[in-house]
């Protein structure tokens, strides 16, 4: 990478998932536990919201785990070890080494610029491109490599989704910037 720093470069949601232990008795830790939840008619798992670090963990009887509106991957550690310790209290053997991975990383990005949707299109056609203005205002790039679909707006406003990390997600901007970097030119 050229060093680019992207500063208006926000992250709105962190999605990890991964196992925490061989099952999970969920009756039980949702009467254990404050703040789980437990309605299987309305879920197949308990939900566990914590406040500090914000986030909230979908919890099933598999032992499975997602986790979710986390925004930092700091954050993404220290809610695990929350609910771990949660969970141990709770009577629930979890694994020594938890398989807990990030799946996806939505940010969101601002030019600072316009961009004529419209143009994208007509300039890059044949790429992964899907822009139907009647059915929704943005448009919907598909980057291969690294695989970040990116939303684009005309405000200038762009959502990436699809990384593991942040140097995915990155890449994928630098690849945005440098495929639009003509059209906005363009449009001066």
Not at 96 to 102: E, F, I, Q, S, T
Request: hydrophobic content about 40%; charged content about 30%; proline content about 3%.
């Amino acid at each position: 990478m050229d060093g680019k720093t992207y500063d208006s470069l926000k992250i709105e949601n962190i999605v990890a998932s991964g196992v925490i232990a061989d099952e999970i008795n969920l009756a039980d830790i949702a009467e254990k536990i404050d703040g789980c939840e437990l309605n299987t008619k309305r879920f197949p798992g308990a939900v566990y919201r914590i406040d500090e670090p914000r986030m909230a963990s979908l919890i099933f009887s598999s032992g499975k785990v997602v986790l979710t509106g986390i925004r930092n991957e700091s954050a993404l550690q220290d809610g695990l070890e929350i609910i771990l310790k949660s969970l141990k209290e709770a009577g629930v053997k979890t694994l020594d080494v938890p398989k807990v991975a990030v799946t996806n990383i939505v940010c969101s990005y601002d030019i600072g610029k316009f961009i004529n949707l419209n143009r994208v299109v007509a300039t890059l056609s044949l790429e992964a491109i899907e822009y139907e203005p009647e059915q929704f205002p943005g448009l919907v790039y598909r980057i291969k490599d690294p695989k970040i679909v990116a939303l684009l707006f005309s405000s200038g406003k762009i959502i990436l989704t699809g990384g593991k990390n942040l140097d995915d997600v990155r890449r994928g901007l630098d690849f945005l910037e440098e495929r639009l970097e003509n059209i906005l030119k363009e449009q001066k």
